[in-house]
């Protein structure tokens, strides 16, 4: 086939190869030349040329934690984030309730943390909005979920399972009993009008890729292998939160699903607005209470060594501290039986994070393990009044996310929306890492931009030093956008670790201030082909 090469020119170019580039060359998919206009049309005579109109480039980006598909029946069901209190929660249960007519009424995102009655609906509540009907709604985080009659009555013995409430929100083993009944009575069809209405959402906000976390009580072995099998232009890398071990049993479980990976969604433990993530002490509004863990040390450290030996990136859950204690010291045993180098060269990753200690930092960075970050939860949760303040109280809540020790440490991180926990939204994204309500726990903006596109290839496996840049030789993966005013900037309570002066030649990003315009995306493109158009 004939070689064809695209010049976009009368653009800004976020390269670092070249960050005063107003003009890209892209040759079969790959970017070929980044430069000036006048030598790009020097350069390439017979190319097709494509006028940005001082539009925006970079590379397009990536999310390392999705749930696609619930996502999507965030998107065509009953959407629940943001609603302000118990009573507009039944209301709109009530509402949806009237006009739907499917097996389930599957709904996610009430969060009782800032509603004026402080408390979440109960089953009666639920059976009084929705009379007879099955009905599902999932907290924000998705550890917890309360469930009508109908659908109590479809769970086999589930009032001798652990996490089980007379008539409140399901936990633990209670709850992913009943999303597994909920979840049967989804038809495929509505799976998959869920998916595809995600993943054009997914790429209409500028990301090519994302990392679905699947497993037995997430979505399910059917709903992963059809996704995996769902052509679309956003690319997806599976993972699947199944523990193994031994080496073979890796091999098997990988190939029996069709994952890439063996992680993400593992659970350690759960979360802290469900009072379910693992901590060392008890929780402040919870008496005595600790949370649960799924896995214990000797558990984690031999899925790690199966997957270790089986050259397969591992990965788990953990948000409590005792939580990624608990992984860190199985990555030690590990460690040391195997080597560093041995477990460095799988990539193993965690999820969340969220209560990881300056010396589980520097443990984790020495064995390459990478972060799976949300500065999202900081944005909705953090802060000296937010969530965590009320689970754990203040002086714990303010060590949350620690973005920049973990950074500092060594640690890379990739940055992601857990959605449908919380939006897809890269540019309020990277704006959460760079205003971190912690001082001192923020990013940069340069720093969270690598996290959410090069660091996010990383997390997946690429570590080819190009994918997640606009250089040449890299992917020609990259999105368009109309955009201010751009600057080189760090993070105001941070030491700067580079020149905002332009002659630097550090490529400028547009302004991360709350008052600051968000880019809108006109365009975005995967290895050279256009995912999403305006």
């Given amino acids: 086939m004939p070689v064809t090469t695209q010049l976009l020119v009368g653009g800004r170019i976020y390269s670092s190869f070249a960050p005063d580039a107003t003009s890209m060359a892209v040759t079969d998919g790959v970017v070929s030349w980044v430069g000036d206009d006048r030598a790009a049309r020097a350069l ?169 976390c699947g497993g037995p009580d997430i979505a399910g072995l059917d709903d992963f292998r059809e996704l995996l099998a769902t052509p679309h232009g956003v690319e997806v890398r599976g993972y699947w939160g199944e523990a193994v071990t031994d080496a073979d049993e890796a091999r098997k479980l990988l190939n029996a699903t069709g994952a890439h990976a063996l992680g993400g969604d593992l659970f350690i433990d759960g979360s802290l607005g469900s009072h379910t993530a693992w901590l060392s002490e008890p929780y402040a509004d919870l008496d005595g209470g600790t949370g649960k863990s799924y896995l214990g040390v000797d558990e984690i450290a031999a899925h790690v060594r199966a997957c270790t030996i089986a050259g397969i990136q591992a990965g788990f859950h953990v948000i409590g501290d005792a939580a990624v204690r608990a992984a860190v010291d199985a990555f030690a045993v590990v460690a040391d039986e195997l080597g560093g180098p041995a477990v460095a060269k799988a990539g193993h990753r965690l999820e969340h994070a969220e209560m990881m200690t300056g010396d589980d930092a520097a443990r984790l960075a020495q064995w390459g393990v990478i972060a799976s970050v949300q500065p999202a939860f900081d944005a909705l949760w953090g802060g000296t009044d937010g969530l965590y303040a009320q689970r754990l109280g203040t002086e714990r ?66 570590r080819d030093g190009l994918a997640g840049t606009l250089d040449p030789g890299a992917p020609a993966s990259y999105a368009v956008w109309d955009a201010g005013e751009l600057v080189v900037s760090a993070p105001k309570d941070s030491v700067q670790r580079w020149s905002t002066d332009p002659r630097s030649r550090v490529p400028a990003l547009p302004r991360l201030e709350d008052d600051a315009p968000t880019p809108v995306l006109l365009r975005s493109v995967h290895r050279g082909s256009v995912v999403h158009e305006r």
């Avoid at 083993?173 to 069809?189: D, G, K, Q, W």
């Avoid at 926990?421 to 931009?449: K, Q």
């Fill in 397 to 462: 809540a303010l060590t949350l996310n620690p973005f920049a020790a973990a950074a500092s440490a060594g640690v890379s991180l990739a940055l992601s929306s857990d959605a449908p926990v919380t939006p897809v939204d890269p540019w309020a994204m990277l704006r959460a890492a760079v205003h971190h309500r912690t001082p001192g726990s923020g990013i940069s903006p340069r720093a969270a931009f690598s996290a959410a596109t090069r660091g996010a290839w990383r997390a997946g496996g690429v």
């Fill in 44 to 212: 390439h005579p017979g190319a097709d040329v494509a006028d940005l109109g001082g539009a925006f480039v970079t590379p397009a980006f990536v999310d390392t934690h999705v749930h696609v598909t619930a996502l999507g029946l965030n998107i065509v069901g009953l959407d629940l984030v943001g609603v302000g209190s118990l009573r507009e929660c039944l209301d709109r249960l009530a509402s949806f309730a009237r006009t739907d007519g499917d097996a389930v009424i599957w709904g996610h995102g009430w969060d009782e943390s800032t509603w004026p009655e402080g408390a979440g609906p109960t089953t009666a509540q639920l059976d009084e909005a929705a009379p007879g009907r099955t009905v599902y709604l999932s907290r924000i985080d998705v550890h917890s979920a309360v469930c009508s009659t109908a659908l109590r009555r479809s769970v086999p013995d589930l009032s001798d399972t652990a996490g089980f409430s007379p008539d409140g929100p399901l936990t633990f083993e209670a709850h992913h009993a009943a999303r597994t009944v909920a979840r049967s009575l989804l038809t495929a069809e509505q799976r998959s009008a869920a998916r595809i209405a995600a993943l054009d959402a997914i790429a209409s906000r500028g990301i090519v890729a994302v990392h679905e």
